[in-house]
């Protein structure tokens, strides 16, 4: 069984959930994951996935779409994204149709989509990039709300620093609504503008600053 996070010291390795029907595509990414240094907890249904999410709490879900006939792949990821207590954890959804086939809303709510079959070493690559992403956004999120709490939640009058920091608002990528900057930081060699929630619920976003796009986190 693949230990309590809660249980581990700082530092221990992330767990990555795999939901899949086919035990040999389980066992594959499984293995390949564990000698890269990942706990690994797998589910062959959404049902017990669901339950997974609940003990684990994972860094990040890798799930199939299609199960048993049926693309209940669809219903689990917007259970995950929609519960404010797992929609932080990132998802990737992996699928035996091409991507026109996935539903608007499913590709939206995932963090990311690929059609199989994929490599394991550049699904790892994927799953290690998000990870690092999300962490990164969480602890800067963080730090922010511990800032605002010290000061007692008391709005400060307008400084040099937040009207350059408006100068890097930037429209949110679903709503169009304003996303208000955080700061630039680094991950793995390359910028990237930080931003806080939408308001109008659409996720947690960072923008490439290289790439010019938007990256979805949450």
């Known amino acids: 069984m693949v230990p309590q996070p809660s249980s581990e010291p700082p530092g221990a390795p992330s767990i990555v959930l795999f939901v899949d029907d086919d035990s040999d595509t389980l066992d594959m990414y499984a293995a390949y994951f564990e000698m890269s240094g990942l706990w690994v907890a797998k589910s062959t249904t959404p049902a017990d996935a669901l339950s997974r999410v609940a003990e684990l709490r994972p860094d990040l879900v890798v799930t199939d779409m299609g199960f048993a006939g049926r693309q209940a792949g669809i219903d689990f990821v917007s259970r995950l994204k929609t519960d404010d207590d797992t929609r932080g954890i990132p ?11 996935v539903p608007a809303v499913t590709r ?41 709490a010290a000061k007692g939640g008391v709005a400060e009058a307008p400084t040099p620093r937040r009207a350059r920091a408006e100068q890097r608002d930037r429209p949110c990528p679903g709503c169009q609504g304003t996303l208000e900057w955080i700061e630039r930081g680094r991950v793995a ?8 929630w939408c308001a109008q619920g659409c996720g947690l976003y960072c923008f490439d600053c290289a790439a ?3 990256v979805r986190l949450v």
Do not use: F, N
């Not at 998802?91 to 026109?100: A, F, H, K, M, W």
């Open 108 to 148: 939206s709510q995932a963090d990311l989509c690929l059609v199989k079959p994929v490599l394991p070493d550049a699904l790892l690559m994927d799953v290690q990039r998000l990870i690092a992403l999300s962490h990164t956004l969480r602890d800067r999120c963080a730090r922010a709300r511990e800032s605002a």
């Open 189 to 196: 060699g390359a910028d990237y503008d930080y931003y806080r």
């Open 91 to 101: 998802i990737i959804v992996l699928t035996g149709r091409g991507l026109e086939q």
């Open 212 to 214: 010019g796009k938007w």
